[in-house]
């Protein structure tokens, strides 16, 4: 099944997710929803607030990304926790399945250590550096209610304005389904 993308506007976004319950959803299948839904958008994360479900869960393919071999990784991160984030900050252009033809240059830690299960409820500690680490802190920010568009400050954020403004009313072209905010 591949699930609408839910669009910048939708409060959603904006909304801490709750943890996520065992029992809650069939998890195999939302898994395999997402990573479908991911793939149909050639995304390389998604976590579950932008298909409309506020818990606390993402996916990730960093292999798209990562040049060396077998340094991306393919993974379920379910009630995930960073717990430290450092190294040198550097800067990469990012952007979002929920806000399409937006990009920002973003600065972010190179490495983390986070906690979090897997889809089979395993729990690990791990560290990440470079894009599988950029990768992560951007879902991760998703379920904290954050988007990469908060950390663009001064004229560029000002730029990008009316360009967000017409995503939020379904004014915009993507190569992929999406939800966008009901209108009031």
Avoid at 56 to 68: A, N
Wanted: proline letters at 3%.
């Amino acid at each position: 099944m591949i699930y609408p993308i839910v669009a910048y506007g939708d409060n959603i976004l904006r909304k801490e997710a709750e943890e996520f319950h065992r029992d809650s959803e069939d998890l195999t299948k939302l898994v395999e929803a997402m990573y479908d839904t991911m793939n149909n958008a050639n995304g390389v994360g998604l976590a579950a607030p932008q298909i409309g479900l506020s818990k606390r869960l993402f996916i990730i393919d960093s292999t798209k990304m990562e040049e060396e071999e077998g340094k991306g990784i393919k993974r379920v991160f379910i009630n995930p926790e960073i717990l430290d984030e450092y190294g040198e900050e550097w800067s990469f252009e990012e952007g979002c399945l929920s806000i399409p033809d937006v990009h920002g240059d973003i600065l972010r830690p190179e490495k983390l250590t986070i906690r979090y299960f897997d889809e089979l409820w395993n729990e690990h500690e791990e560290e990440f550096d470079s894009m599988t680490a950029r990768v992560i802190q951007h879902e991760y920010d998703h379920l904290n209610g954050v988007l990469f568009t908060d950390y663009i400050k001064g004229l560029k954020k000002q730029m990008l304005r009316a360009k967000l403004l017409n995503i939020s009313k379904g004014s915009v072209k993507a190569d992929y389904r999406m939800r966008f905010p009901s209108k009031k």
